[in-house]
């Protein structure tokens, strides 16, 4: 009873281990224990349970959609996946650490999962081809609003400028990128404005 209250104001049953309920009752370890022995429940004890909104039997599966349900909401709101590995969500939920495991642990996921993920707008694999997508988006931005991919190096205010110091690595970098970096020269080439070399207006 405890369980199916909680289900109904929460909408799911991601109870954690350590949760207690007012009169003291210790529903997340009884949550556990339910899970651990699964196949020694009679079919009706099974049935009450899976009856639950946001019920699953394994709680790591229940993380993981718990996870996916942040970052495509993020992804829906921002029109992307770019979310800093400190990010947490108003809920409490670490979501920039989710995503970082995801990442690291792609090889252990399913395909479902993976191509769940590669369904989000703007999600990638790689961290650093997600921080190389994010200032490429700004660049484009940049140009369309000045007409040009000159970007100083400095803030009005004199601080660093993270996008312009970002432009100055691209350029240096190029007679060092790989063949595999066509498709990157290509889509720097694409925006309108751009030049691998500049005068003193980009320094």
């Not at 651990?36 to 079919?43: M, Q, Y």
Request: aromatic share 10%; proline share 2%; glycine share 10%.
């Amino acid at each position: 009873h405890h369980l199916e209250e909680y289900s109904k104001l929460a909408g799911d049953c991601r109870v954690p281990q350590g949760y207690t309920t007012a009169d003291g009752g210790r529903l997340g370890a009884w949550l556990h224990l339910q899970r651990s022995k699964h196949d020694s429940l009679d079919a009706a004890q099974c049935a009450r349970l899976e009856s639950l909104a946001g019920w699953a039997w394994d709680p790591y599966a229940d993380k993981w959609e718990e996870g996916f349900l942040h970052l495509e909401a993020f992804a829906m709101e921002a029109g992307n996946c770019d979310v800093l590995r400190s990010h947490v969500t108003t809920g409490g939920f670490k979501l920039g650490q989710w995503i970082n495991t995801q990442r690291t642990k792609r090889k252990n996921l399913s395909d479902d999962r993976c191509s769940r993920l590669e369904a989000l707008p703007g999600w990638v694999w790689n961290a650093l081809d997600a921080r190389w997508e994010k200032q490429y988006s700004e660049l484009r931005a940049f140009s369309e609003r000045e007409g040009h991919c000159n970007v100083s190096q400095r803030t009005a205010n004199g601080d660093r400028s993270t996008l312009g110091q970002w432009v100055s690595v691209q350029r240096g970098a190029r007679g060092l990128l790989s063949a595999s970096s066509d498709e990157r020269k290509q889509r720097l080439e694409s925006i309108p404005g751009w030049r691998w070399s500049v005068g003193r207006a980009s320094k």
